[in-house]
């Protein structure tokens, strides 16, 4: 389990103890984007769900599940979140939305678990509020984009 921070040396899974970690300013981005039909991308973007405002409910509902990562990832610790933010982009190149949420603390530990959760969540709730009309929607590209902070230091994806 050599590199692997979340065993032991027995190999059993175990929080990691960052008490020893410098309190830092962190930050992390992750993407994620959820084609739909052209029609669905006509009634999100058009206001015309039945649901309500799709992307307001999914932002929200990403803010939600970045607060709520170290309930839901058994091994995440919980962290004081300074700012999340979620950013829904309709791309008619898709069709479909892509998201984008940023997440920033200072502590011993990134937020690239809270990042990717917000993400997620707020592609999930988009599904959620349009299955009705499109339940071939497909939910994809979900990745850490950025992490800055920490003794690891900044990574970009390419």
Same mark, same amino acid.
């Given at each position: 389990?050599?590199?692997?921070?979340?065993?032991?040396?027995?190999?059993d899974a175990h929080?990691?103890?960052?008490?020893?970690?410098?309190?830092?300013?962190?930050?992390a981005v992750a993407e994620a984007h959820i084609k739909m039909a052209p029609e669905t991308y006509d009634i999100i973007t058009e206001g015309r769900a039945k649901k309500g405002d799709v992307l307001s409910v999914a932002?929200?509902?990403g803010i939600m599940g970045a607060k709520r990562t170290s309930e839901l990832i058994p091994l995440c610790h919980p962290l004081p979140i300074a700012k999340v933010a979620v950013e829904l982009?309709?791309?008619p190149d898709l069709p479909g939305i892509r998201i984008e949420a940023t997440v920033k603390t200072?502590?011993? #530990?990134?937020?690239?678990?809270? =990042? @990717? #959760?917000?993400?997620?969540?707020? =592609? @999930? #709730?988009v599904y959620d509020m349009a299955?009705?009309?499109?339940?071939a929607m497909q939910i994809g590209g979900l990745r850490v984009v950025l992490k800055d902070g920490g003794k690891s230091g900044r990574y970009e994806a390419t």
């Open positions: 389990m050599a590199g692997l921070t979340h065993f032991d040396g027995k190999g929080m990691v103890d960052v008490s020893d970690k410098d309190v830092t300013n962190r930050v932002r929200l509902s982009t309709p791309d200072t502590g011993q #530990t990134g937020v690239e678990m809270e =990042a @990717l #959760t917000a993400a997620s969540t707020a =592609a @999930l #709730t299955k009705a009309v499109d339940r």
